[in-house]
Nanobody
């Protein structure tokens, strides 16, 4: 079984920055074989796509709402994916979930991923 553990969430004021980390371990396939992504879910809202990165790390995809502010990256040697979040807004407040892809290719839908972390909470105050 694959375990994904997120960290780095917390409380930050609008305009500030946070960097989320997701450490992967276990599983049948290596970390570097799989696309990775971040999703988020705010109370009362559907889970939404945030960012994804291909297995090679050469392709990244972002939701329109975070383009220019968030950056996804990965360190395959450390089995870790990151989400650098800058210029945070109150609407970024949510639980952020790390997801491991069904394949090595990034996607924007939940069904493109079959392993999920427990989430880390981000709260952005106004």
């Amino acid at each position: 079984q694959v375990q994904l553990v997120e960290s780095g969430g917390g409380l930050v004021q609008a305009g500030g920055s946070l960097r989320l980390s997701c450490a992967a371990s276990g599983g049948t396939f290596s970390f570097s074989d799989r696309a990775m992504a971040w999703f988020r879910q705010a109370p009362g809202k559907e889970r939404e796509f945030v960012a994804a990165i291909s297995w090679t790390g050469r392709t990244t995809v972002y939701a329109d709402s975070v383009k220019g502010r968030f950056t996804i990256s990965r360190d395959n040697a450390q089995n870790t994916v990151f989400l650098q979040m800058n210029s945070l807004k109150p609407e970024d407040t949510a639980a952020y979930y790390c997801a491991g892809g069904v394949s090595g290719f990034s996607g924007k839908n939940s069904y493109d991923y079959d392993d999920w972390g427990r989430g880390t909470q981000v709260y952005v105050s106004s």
